[in-house]
């Protein structure tokens, strides 16, 4: 599992709106260009969605389903081709909110993920990416919330 944290001076509730935008998600992923919701009632358990991603001249689409949520402390998806968990856990403080993101491999990825893996088209050590990757999207919306 895959880990990043920052701390954000902002209310809880602007994080937690920030966490469950997905279309608006492309302003910190250095990959996702947003997504929509394609069903069930959005940021809750079963809603659905499908998101848009780029690296460099690839793109392509995923399709998301909210796993688990706690109202302003927990918001998590799995992503259905990949076989991956995104996690956001909220942490109120004195002083703001610490937000951690995680990333989880919860199943074997389908055969064409896999191919697409292995032939390094989205980078040659994707799992690095991966964690850059979430320390850029931590980064990004600290630098958002906090102006």
Not at 30 to 44: D, I, L, S, V
Not at 98 to 121: A, I, N
Request: positive net charge; proline residues 3%; glycine residues 10%.
């Amino acid at each position: 599992m895959d880990i990043a944290s920052v701390h954000i001076e902002a209310a809880p509730s602007a994080v937690w709106d920030a966490v469950t935008d997905i279309s608006g998600y492309h302003r910190f992923s250095p990959e996702n260009m947003g997504g929509r919701w394609t069903g069930g009632k959005p940021a809750t358990v079963g809603a659905t969605f499908t998101g848009s991603n780029r690296h460099g001249l690839i793109r392509w689409s995923t399709h998301c389903t909210v796993v688990d949520v706690v109202a302003g402390q927990k918001f998590s998806f799995e992503v259905g081709d990949s076989k991956t968990r995104w996690t956001y856990l909220l942490e109120p403080s004195d002083t703001g909110v610490k937000l951690t993101e995680t990333r989880e491999v919860v199943g074997t990825p389908q055969f064409y993920v896999r191919m697409v893996q292995r032939s390094k088209l989205l980078g040659r050590n994707r799992d690095e990416l991966m964690k850059s990757g979430m320390q850029t999207t931590l980064a990004r919306m600290k630098g958002y919330l906090e102006r």
